[in-house]
């Protein structure tokens, strides 16, 4: 696994929020409102908030949870679902089996009219947040980071393992 330095804001220990993650990934509204809340403190003023897919192939509760972030956060900050993947096992689930995921292909593309929106949030000097619900092998956030390398990664918690 590698190493590579993720610039994660907002994340809190994924033990302090463990039941919340799991709520949000079962798109229970509360807790989406709840960690929304939580994170829109967290988010800098004009973000542009790109979804993270999950293991799906499209945003489903990070989708979410960046339209319920944008609200509360205000700032002018925008959202954009402009990425995509491949359909897949959970990553934890495979490292859990003992799976090497390094270098594991996500099929993470644009969609949409991300060149376009993500030029204009540059020329505008937009901070460029890819949102997530937990951090954990950090798998997912550097393959759009490789997509998006001018972003930082926001989420609720942050397991550390990305960094081992």
Not at 105 to 115: E, Y
Request: charged share 25%; with cysteine.
């Amino acid at each position: 696994m590698s190493t590579e330095e993720i610039h994660v804001i907002g994340a809190r220990p994924y033990e302090s929020v463990r039941e919340l993650c799991h709520r949000v990934k079962d798109n229970d509204d509360n807790a989406i409102r709840e960690a929304a809340h939580y994170l829109a403190g967290q988010v800098p003023e004009r973000a542009l908030i790109v979804p993270i897919p999950s293991r799906w192939g499209f945003a489903t509760n990070t989708l979410q949870l960046a339209r319920m972030t944008v609200l509360f956060a205000g700032k002018r900050c925008t959202y954009a679902n402009i990425l995509k993947g491949d359909f897949r096992e959970s990553l934890y689930d495979l490292k859990k089996a003992g799976t090497d995921i390094k270098g594991i292909d996500l099929g993470l593309r644009f969609h949409s009219d991300a060149k376009k929106i993500l030029t204009t949030a540059r020329i505008d000097k937009r901070p460029i947040i890819l949102l997530d619900n937990v951090i954990d092998t950090g798998t997912t956030a550097r393959a759009c980071l490789h997509l998006i390398k001018d972003a930082m990664v926001m989420a609720i918690g942050d397991t550390q393992n990305w960094k081992t």
